[in-house]
Nanobody
């Protein structure tokens, strides 16, 4: 299973970015996909995840600003990030949790920098 994330970049505070993550390979149709982030000197933390059925969960710090979605037909995950803050600066990683094999897969990460 390979996860290819893209969409990161430099944005001013208050701006928006949309991350995408395309999954390829063989995995169960029952899975969850999510975004994690890791800021310099900090541990990796969950940003949001979404199941195949569409159930979502968000970190409190991003609720009402970020929206996670997925296109199951294209095996693609999205994260719409609005009202970005400097504290959102991090490397964002895509994750897929396969309910069938009980394995987790990670993408390579995409950098998001929020700065004026």
């Amino acid at each position: 299973v390979q996860l290819q994330a893209c969409g990161g970049g430099l944005v001013q505070p208050g701006g928006s970015l949309r991350l995408s993550c395309a999954a390829s390979g063989s995995f169960s149709s029952r899975n969850s996909m999510g975004w994690y982030r890791q800021a310099p000197g900090k541990q990796r933390e969950l940003v949001a995840y979404i199941t195949t059925a569409g159930s979502t969960n968000y970190a409190d710090s991003v609720k009402d600003r970020f929206t996670i979605s997925r296109d199951n037909a294209r095996n693609t995950l999205y994260l719409q990030m609005n009202s970005l803050k400097p504290e959102d600066t991090a490397v964002y990683y895509c994750n897929l949790g396969d309910y069938g094999s009980k394995r987790a897969y990670w993408g390579q990460g995409t950098h998001v920098t929020v700065s004026s």
